[in-house]
Nanobody, 118 residues
Framework: QVQFVESGGGLVQPGGSLRLSCTASGFSFSTWAMSWYRQATGNEREWVATISRENKTDYTDAAKGRFAISRDNAENTVSLQMNSLKPEDTALYFC????????????WGQGTQVTVSS
């Protein structure tokens, strides 16, 4: 079955960096665009970044210039390098297949918590 396992979150000071990773299974990873999403407490889940199967990237305005998404099809992983972190980046981060709209609407992972605070 489809599964996503996210890792790499933590507590970081403003201006710091984190690298998130997600391992996917249960579908043909290399043929799908993969994305990161986040959900802050009390907010709806929102799209953050996408990498297509051709390695073309797309970012929300809030992530442009600070975040970088990458993929390793041999390992079925998608990563998110986050630099210059801000308190407003604090959220639970998830990965899924798809672009702005996630494809697997039911099969979400547990996410990885990112907290940006001094």
């Amino acid at each position: 079955q489809v599964q996503f396992v996210e890792s790499g979150g933590g507590l970081v000071q403003p201006g710091g960096s984190l690298r998130l990773s997600c391992t996917a299974s249960g579908f043909s990873f290399s043929t799908w665009a993969m994305s990161w999403y986040r959900q802050a407490t009390g907010n709806e889940r929102e799209w953050v970044a996408t990498i297509s199967r051709e390695n073309k990237t797309d970012y929300t305005d809030a992530a442009k210039g600070r975040f970088a998404i990458s993929r390793d099809n041999a390992e079925n992983t998608v990563s998110l390098q986050m630099n210059s972190l801000k308190p407003e980046d604090t959220a639970l981060y998830f990965c899924n297949a798809g672009h702005v709209i996630p494809y697997f609407q039911i099969q979400w992972g547990q996410g990885t918590q990112v907290t940006v605070s001094s």
